[in-house]
């Protein structure tokens, strides 16, 4: 019994067959089942999603804590950025080798959430390890009466947050932040302390994967960074 065809290629395969077994139009129908296949193999793909990165699950829950005394408690405001492309979740990289004043993003990676939103994340997880963290808004909250001084108040700006290729093959994850620590007093605001951070990493691969892991590695070694200099300056 004749099988039935599956798809359209098969039915014009079958009837090329069957005209060419009376000897007729046999040319005409495999022309035909030529343009067939040329035009199927050309269908566009599916659409690739683009791959959704983070800095990871951070310290495990099971790992040991070293016991120290705690430190002071610390509010920390919103990371702040120059605008543009740092406030979207693009994965960014530059060509230093060809132009290093042009940022490029990776048309199939993106971050979770904005990279100040990543960074100031991070930050909190790491200096709550020791101390209390405030989130600024809640100082303004605090009672006076028993809290007559107030958390100093930590803020940052994230100045480069992107994979730099020094060579096609040879990168580092870079990022640059000035970190500002302020007392709030009843007579405003005074600067106890600046610091600008710029820490790099070297990436394992010349993609976005790696990129993203030199970022993180990067950003932890400048979080650790502003933690060791907020523990050296003068206590209050």
């Given at each position: ?31 035909l ?30 790992q ?74 809640e ?44 007392e ?53």
């Amino acid at each position: 019994m004749f099988e039935k065809p599956k798809n359209a290629i098969d039915l014009i395969a079958g009837r090329a067959h069957g005209a060419c077994a009376t000897g007729y139009f046999c040319l005409v129908f495999a022309l035909l089942a030529a343009f067939a296949l040329a035009g199927c193999s050309g269908l566009p793909d599916k659409p690739t999603r683009a791959l959704i990165y983070d800095f990871g699950p951070g310290p495990l829950a099971t790992q040991q804590v070293t016991r120290q005394a705690p430190l002071p408690p610390l509010a920390i405001d919103d990371v702040s950025t120059s605008g543009g492309v740092l406030d979207n979740m693009a994965v960014l990289y530059r060509l230093a080798y060809v132009d290093e004043q042009q940022l490029r993003p990776y048309s199939q990676a993106r971050w979770s959430m904005p990279p100040a939103q990543l960074v100031r994340q991070r930050l909190r997880e790491q200096l709550s390890q020791r101390r209390v963290v405030f989130e600024a808004g809640e100082r303004a909250s605090l009672n006076r009466n028993q809290n007559p001084v107030l958390p100093l108040l930590l803020r940052l700006e994230l100045q480069e947050f992107s994979q730099l290729f020094t060579a096609p093959d040879t990168s580092v994850g870079l990022i640059r932040m000035r970190a500002t620590l302020m007392e709030v007093t009843p007579g405003g605001e005074r600067l106890v302390g600046q610091r600008n951070v710029v820490v790099q990493r070297p990436a394992t691969s010349g993609d976005a994967t790696g990129g993203v892991r030199a970022l993180t590695q990067a950003t932890d070694a400048a979080i650790e960074e502003i933690d060791q200099w907020l523990q050296q300056l003068p206590a209050r």
